[in-house]
Structure formats: C-alpha cells, structure tokens
C-alpha cells in the first residue's frame, strides 16, 4: 500500500477526482535557468527553437497552447498554489472498483495501446507521502487506487541530477560503470547543462558505445508515434540524439525511419499551455507514446526549498496537471492509456545533488496499465523481481535491485507489449 493513513473509504471518494482540465493557472516568474533564486518580473512563455524541436506548435497543439497560455503568461508561484479549480468527477466507470487488489485493470486487454511516461521533476517520495496523510493530492491517490505504487523507488545510484538520471529513465542503463558488469551497460553521460548544438548521448556519454538506444527506439521503430514535452530547454539533448542524423536506422518490420521522435515540444515559462497541448495531442490521435516532463517542481525547490510550505502548497499545482494527463487511463476512455509517473530525484533544502542524502534520494513509482492490479504496493505485486529498500540507499551490486527509475522505459515497453530497450540493464519489473 502507498505509505499513508488515509482510510480506504476515503480513497473510494478519490478514484472519482481524476481532474478532466486544469481550467486555470497561477501567474508567477522563475528563470528558465536551475538557480536557487528566481529571476524577477513576468517572462513571456516561448516555444524553444533548436531546428530539432520547432516544429509543433500547429493544429491541435496550437490551439491548446493558446488557450491555455492567454490564461496562464508564466509558470505558477508557489503562493499562488491554493488557487486551484475545483476537481470533479473524471468518468471512472463507477462499476469497476479498483480497490479490489484482484481487480484487473486490462479490460480483457493484453497490452495497451497508448502510454505515458510522466516524470515529475524533483518530486521526493517523502513529500508526497506527507501529503497524502493529509488527504492531498487526490490524483496521485487516485493513480495510486488505480494501479500499483511505491513511494520508495530509487533514482541512480551515484547520481541525483536532472540529465543524467532522466537518460536512464529512458534507456533503462545506469549512469555510470557498475563493479564487476561489463563497460558497455552504463549510458555515461553526467552533464546536467545546456548541451552543445552536435552534443547527443552517442558522442558524448559512455565511449565504450557507439548508440545509446532508447524507449523512444523501440516504440518508433514498432510503428508507434513518440511524443516529447519538457519544460527546461536542456532536454533538446534527446531530440538530437534521436533526429534524423543522429537516430539509429529502423530494421524492426517497416522502415519508421531514424527520427524517434516524431513530435518534440519544449516550452518554457508556462507548463499549463505544455499539458494542455500535450492532452490535445493525445485526444487527437497524434501519439501514441509520451513522454512529459514537469519541470516546475525542480525550479520551485531551487527557489523556495523542497519541503517549505510554498513547495508543499506548490503539489496541488502539480496534482491538477498529473490529473489532466493521467485521465486518458480511465477505463471509459475509447483505447486507456497505460502509465508510469516517476521522477528523477527528489531534493532537500534548496539542492538535490548529493545522492547520499535521504530526500535527494527518494522517490515514487506509480503504474497503471493491463494486468497491474489495483490499490497495491508495487513491490508486492512484482515480487522476487525487486527488493524493498527501506530507507537504505542501495548500490546496483545488491540482489534483487530496488525499483529505480531506470526501470521506467522498460516498464511502459511492457505495457505496450513491446520488447525492451537493446542494451538496457534495468528489465522485467513487471511479472
């Protein structure tokens, strides 16, 4: 069970708060750089423009942007977090109870058809928990009742930064050489700034290989669409890797080409237009696979503290945007969607760089999808295939592993019925 107090009956009123739209957003200013004080003023929202990720804001996609961005100029302040609309009932199908731990959540299905990776930046296990002791955060409670979760997975061992970890996230290796395996299992690349314009995880991560194939590999070249939506510009590093020059060709069935990602967004400043477009791009058909990033929770720990009231008040914010994403799991809609949240690392006082430290450390894993059975702990439905941590913080030498969130890609290609990432370590979590 997730680690909190709320009574199961209490739970049952939540599986119905699966938030259709976040109808309105909080004004605020951040800077779009990883700083501990934000930059004054109101900066205008923008679509970043690298040649790779510049391409998106037409169709469905723009007028989601637009909507949401006429009521929302910048990213929220963390002040401002109360001032939320109210949630409502997302149309869960009243006559499945996913408080049944038997309860299947596949619907007849084997796999899905469409899923999403939603990383929650900076977003420590330890917060959430407190939060939902107090009856918070109703759309984390509700992925939580839909599906399997802990709030004690893991990110990298060594390291508790932004880049490196959301690079095993989505190639399901470890950042660096682990003792006694082979010098060809770690991706290698530990840079956490603005990459370089030619800089791809090929050429800049672990010498020992020439790709570093993804999620994104695997669901493209199955003839899936892939879509990308960020929040800090920094996360170009996978458009580049994965572009047309720099994409591995596709010699799975049909030739999909060398492009991975067939939609790329990053927007900065205004992560309310970037859900909105994200959830008109799924409704319309255009993805099939997402990954999203939520960048605002790393920036408001960065400004105001990870556990000060402001950050905490900031995950209802938060809980809205899961919930307009997450409600394409709901059994009502046409195809549901499968889905893993995760984060990279979580964070203490104003910093999340130290991996030793408990909060940096810590982190949740939730999963819905078919065959993941309902309102359950995650490290009882996977069983022998990890090991809870506790409160420890593990090495990748201890047998059987952690959950971490290198076990991500693999997870979601599972859901889709896919094979895993060619070269990963971190497989088979789910039985």
């Excluded at 979760?149 to 950042?175: F, I, K, N, Q, W």
């Excluded at 058909?285 to 503290?305: E, K, N, R």
Aim: proline letters at 7%; aromatic letters at 8%.
């Amino acid at each position: 069970m997730v680690e909190a107090t709320y009574s199961r009956a209490f739970r049952r009123l939540l599986v119905a708060f699966l938030v259709i739209e976040t109808l309105a957003g909080c004004q605020g200013n951040r800077s779009a750089s990883e700083s501990r004080q934000r930059s004054a003023g109101s900066p205008t929202p923008r679509l970043f423009d690298s040649g790779v990720c510049s391409t998106l804001l037409g169709g469905a996609s723009a007028d989601a942007s637009a909507e949401a961005g006429q009521a929302n100029d910048a990213a929220p302040d963390p002040s401002d977090a109360q001032a939320q609309p109210p949630l409502y009932d997302g149309g869960r199908d009243a006559s499945v109870d996913p408080l049944d731990g038997s309860t299947d959540l596949s619907a007849n299905r084997q796999t899905a058809k469409h899923a999403i990776l939603i990383s929650v930046d900076g977003l420590g296990a330890g917060y959430v928990s407190q939060l939902l002791s107090q009856r918070r955060l109703p759309n984390f409670a509700a992925l939580a009742a839909w599906g399997a979760s802990t709030l004690r997975a893991r990110p990298d061992y060594d390291y508790t930064e932004t880049l490196p970890d959301h690079t095993s996230m989505l190639t399901g290796r470890p950042v660096g050489p682990v003792p006694g395996l082979p010098n060809d299992v770690y991706h290698g690349y530990v840079k956490n700034g603005m990459p370089g314009a030619d800089e791809t995880l090929h050429n800049s991560g672990n010498p020992n290989l020439e790709y570093v194939a993804s999620v994104f590999d695997v669901a493209h070249d199955a003839g899936l669409k892939t879509c990308l939506y960020s929040g800090k510009p920094k996360f170009v590093l996978f458009a580049q890797s994965y572009s047309e020059t720099a994409g591995a060709p596709d010699v799975t069935g049909a030739d999909n080409g060398k492009n991975k990602i067939d939609r790329c967004s990053i927007v900065e400043q205004n992560t309310q237009a970037l859900v909105a477009m994200a959830a008109a791009d799924m409704a319309a058909g255009l993805c099939d696979f997402v990954f999203f990033h939520i960048a605002d929770t790393d920036f408001v720990g960065h400004s105001v503290g990870w556990g000060s009231p402001e950050w905490l008040n900031f995950l209802d914010t938060v809980d809205t945007w899961v919930g307009t994403l997450a409600k394409f799991t709901a059994l009502t809609q046409p195809e549901p969607w499968a889905l893993v949240l995760t984060a990279d690392h979580g964070g203490a006082g104003y910093s999340h760089i130290d991996p030793t430290v408990l909060d940096d450390y810590r982190i949740p894993f939730f999963v819905v999808g078919p065959n993941v059975k309902a309102d359950m702990d995650l490290y009882q439905f996977v069983g022998k295939n990890r090991k809870d941590p506790g409160l420890d913080r593990i090495d990748y030498t201890a047998k059987p592993q952690p959950i971490r969130n290198g076990d991500a890609a693999n997870t979601i290609l599972h859901l889709l019925g896919l094979p895993t990432v060619p070269g990963s370590l971190m497989k088979d979590l789910l039985p």
